[in-house]
């Protein structure tokens, strides 16, 4: 079977590798559709400090359950659609004893650190697939980044009395967009791209603002009656907007980190003491599949507007090679292979 690997920094190559076989405790999944994700972006440009090369790319799964180990419980059957839960801990570092398996040290996600989904088949463990009977595979494939946007919310504890900035709108974006949403939260989109802003408008946040239009401050200061946002979420990685989370967001509010900063960050820290106020890291996600599929059920997140192409794998390596050199108006490419 053909599966997209990423052999070095800026090169992919369509390799034929062995359809696995699933062991005992596991299932072997038919994937149907797979998203790039921005950190493949990110690895492919050479920007992503945890990337393993070569590594077969891909973590974003829809797929169909084929065929089941021998420990296997009953609860999961065959031709159930799934999703998945793309990260491998240790177990036995200071994260995972305290619980928190998202952060383990030597987290393993595929596709970074160990072989991804873009390939037919792949075999995993049953624990790691989340079923639905209603969502359509493409769907099922969202499920994954929409939970690292909800798990940032759930990082920055925002309740309904918040006022919750949200700062760059791709897919992770748009999922804390939605979660913040959810939860009753005064929601305020930034993003350089207003196709974006406007997907963002139908998830239901109350404003929006484009910085290459308006004063990111003073728009943010009228929004919020001159106190910024409790919390403000950084969805980019970039210095300046890692900056502005830290200078606009309010006294005693919170910041909740999610990009991983392209180059090395200057703050003024004494922001930091002045405003007390708490920078959470938000890596991956802990429970948040069940609440994302929950939520996507309910047909509330603009599914095909996000979805800005889909590809099959011959024309993958094309695919992030292109996007990587405009990413203009580009949220979720996919490979389907039942294209």
């Not at 624990?127 to 499920?143: C, G, H, I, N, W």
């Not at 999922?175 to 997907?199: F, Y």
């Not at 980019?236 to 999610?258: D, H, K, L, M, N």
């Not at 609440?291 to 192409?309: A, T």
Request: with cysteine; hydrophobic share 40%; charged share 25%.
């Amino acid at each position: 079977m053909k599966a997209l690997v990423l052999t070095d920094i800026g090169k992919t190559e369509l390799r034929e590798v062995e359809k696995p076989t699933p062991k005992a405790a596991q299932v072997l999944l038919k994937v149907g559709m797979v998203g790039f994700c921005g950190g493949d972006l990110n690895s492919y440009r050479g920007l992503f400090p945890l990337q393993e090369y070569p590594n077969i790319l891909g973590h974003e799964v829809g797929g169909t359950i084929e065929e089941l180990g021998a420990d296997v419980p009953d609860l999961v059957k065959v031709g159930m659609k799934v999703t998945v839960y793309p990260y491998l801990n240790c177990g036995k570092c200071i994260a995972c004893r305290k619980g928190a398996l998202n952060a383990c040290k030597e987290n393993k996600t595929m596709g970074v650190r160990r072989p991804g989904a873009m390939c037919r088949y792949i075999a995993l463990p049953w624990q790691d697939v989340f079923p639905s009977e209603k969502l359509s595979l493409r769907e099922l494939a969202l499920a994954e980044p929409l939970t690292v946007g909800f798990h940032s919310v759930n990082r920055g504890k925002v309740t309904a009395q918040d006022r919750v900035a949200v700062i760059g709108c791709g897919i992770v974006g748009l999922g804390a967009v939605a979660a913040a949403v959810e939860r009753g939260a005064e929601v305020i989109a930034i993003d350089l791209d207003d196709a974006k802003l406007e997907i963002a408008k139908k998830i239901g946040v109350k404003h929006t603002i484009n910085p290459k239009k308006v004063d990111l401050h003073q728009t943010l200061q009228e929004m919020t009656t001159n106190d910024g946002p409790d919390v403000i979420i950084e969805a980019v990685g970039s210095p300046i907007t890692y900056r502005q989370a830290v200078e606009e967001v309010a006294f005693t509010g919170r910041v909740v980190c999610i990009g991983y900063a392209k180059a090395p960050v200057e703050f003024n820290t004494s922001l930091f003491v002045q405003k007390e106020i708490e920078i959470l890291g938000s890596r991956n996600c802990t429970t948040e599949f069940p609440e994302v599929i929950e939520y996507l059920e309910q047909g509330k997140f603009p599914v095909d507007e996000v979805i800005s192409k889909v590809v099959t794998i011959d024309e993958s390596e094309q695919a992030l090679a292109d996007w990587s050199v405009d990413q203009q108006g580009i949220i979720k490419i996919m490979i389907d292979f039942d294209k």
